[in-house]
């Protein structure tokens, strides 16, 4: 039986050094993708003054309130899909006069609003099937 000589003084040091390196090249590119990514698709506006520096959301006053007639496109593309399941929601969209882009964006503030997002709750389980109670508790 032959003995062979292990010429590295550490057991799987190499393996080691080598996983150590990968692990820190994987860290460098996940964690600035992961800061990169914001947490809110609102952009935010910088403005510079001699005083300091101010932050402000750009669509802070678009996001307060969204019109009654908005909400109602927003149901009645649910609605078109709920009715036709083949209907994208480009099709469905476009119909209310909406690009997929702005129902989106529409989504998002209808989402952020607690009361908005249960009234859209409750119009589309009345129009899916219109014995439905008004809220998840009732039901």
Known sequence: ???YKNSIPISGGLSALIAATVL???????????R????????????????????TDADEDDDKDVPPAQVDKYVSVYRSMQKDHGLTVEQAASKQGMTVTQFRSLEDKIERDDTLRERVRTA????????????????
């Not at 914001?38 to 300091?52: D, E, H, M, N």
């Not at 099937?129 to 039901?139: G, H, I, L, V």
């Open 124 to 139: 589309l389980r009345k129009a899916a099937n219109p014995n439905a109670k008004d809220t998840d508790q009732e039901q």
């Open 24 to 34: 820190v090249i994987c860290a460098a590119i996940a964690i600035p993708k992961a």
């Open 1 to 3: 039986m032959k003995a």
């Open 36 to 55: 990169a990514t914001p947490t809110s698709p609102t952009p935010l506006i910088v403005i510079a003054s001699g005083t300091g520096t101010v932050q």
